[in-house]
């Protein structure tokens, strides 16, 4: 049920929208309701989406717990799993990153039992370790993937560089970078990159934590992280709020929501794959689910972007910092 893409490389088929959880990370997000989240996997599922992403760093291993309950009654072949490993977790509460070889074969073991399956259909490394050596990282991915607890291995939150260098001592087959229309640095380098030797690509917060899906006028106020992100305060927040407004007329035009014209448009890039959408509750998903199979004109896509070109001379630039 779906539309379904091979995943650059490796043997995945996957929804082009992919359900995501950094939601239950109660730090980020505040707490959010477990049963709406569920019910929400559930339409997702029922919806056609086959693709879910989470981490042990969401709600330090509590959004992989309930991607397991929710996983529980639902046949293996019929769902793809992506989660992520890079955090030392102490008993205090307070983490640093460690990718060693005996940390990360330990958190394997750890997050194979909280989602409940056999094999991690997609494993990234969730930031960049400068303390381990690529080649130990890489080698302890492959064995992992030899040993059948892993099918494929990529990155998360790395530069171009850092992807490059580390694709000289491993297979690594996928990217999930930080994408949005307002914040596009990776289309000058990582993006192409990616295109030329077929990674897969699934891009994180492609609605810009919200911003971009047309429900903001730029007066409200957040209790979530986001009181202390640039993009959601004062004159900077109004003015952006406003260029997504402006989009009005052509999401009206293709009879979509500025939520799904905004997707629609982010999955036209040859390099991107899928994109992962951010879900608390089944109105959010059914609205995404919206944008499937939906594409601009040329020259609405590229209106699209001139209208959110709201810093002269430019785009805005993401200046988040604060991943996960």
Request: aromatic share 10%; charged share 25%; with cysteine.
């Amino acid at each position: 049920m779906g539309e379904r893409i091979t995943f650059g490389e490796t043997d995945l088929e996957v929804s082009r929208i992919c359900f995501g959880t950094w939601q239950l990370s109660p730090r980020f997000w505040g707490e959010q309701s477990k049963a709406d989240i569920l019910e929400a996997m559930n339409v997702a599922f029922d919806g056609g989406i086959n693709f879910f992403d989470t981490a042990d760093a969401y709600g330090d291993g509590y959004a992989e717990m309930v991607v397991g309950e929710f996983l529980a009654d639902k046949p293996r072949d019929e769902y793809v799993i992506c989660t992520k490993v890079f955090n030392h977790f102490n008993p205090d509460g307070s983490r640093y990153p460690d990718l060693s070889p005996k940390h990360i074969r330990e958190r394997c073991d750890i997050q194979l039992k909280r989602l409940g399956i056999e094999t991690i259909d997609l494993y990234l490394l969730h930031l960049f370790d400068p303390l381990t050596s690529l080649a130990e990282i890489s080698d302890t991915l492959e064995l992992l993937k030899d040993q059948g607890r892993i099918r494929a291995y990529g990155v998360s939150n790395h530069t171009l560089e850092q992807l490059g260098a580390l694709r000289r001592f491993g297979d690594y087959e996928a990217v999930q970078p930080l994408y949005s229309l307002i914040a596009t640095d990776i289309e000058n380098g990582l993006l192409p990159y990616c295109e030329a030797h077929n990674l897969g690509v699934m891009v994180y917060s492609p609605l810009h934590k919200g911003l971009l899906t047309g429900k903001y006028t730029g007066t409200e106020t957040f209790t979530d992280f986001r009181q202390h992100h640039p993009d959601f305060q004062g004159e900077r927040f109004v003015k952006i709020a406003r260029a997504v407004q402006n989009l009005r007329p052509l999401a009206e035009k293709y009879e979509l929501s500025i939520y799904q014209l905004v997707l629609a448009a982010t999955l036209m890039h040859p390099a991107i794959h899928v994109a992962v959408v951010g879900i608390k509750n089944a109105d959010q998903i059914r609205e995404a689910l919206g944008a499937r199979g939906k594409s601009l004109s040329r020259e609405d896509y590229f209106a699209v972007r001139k209208i959110l070109t709201v810093d002269g001379g430019g785009k805005i630039q993401d200046t988040k910092g604060e991943r996960k």
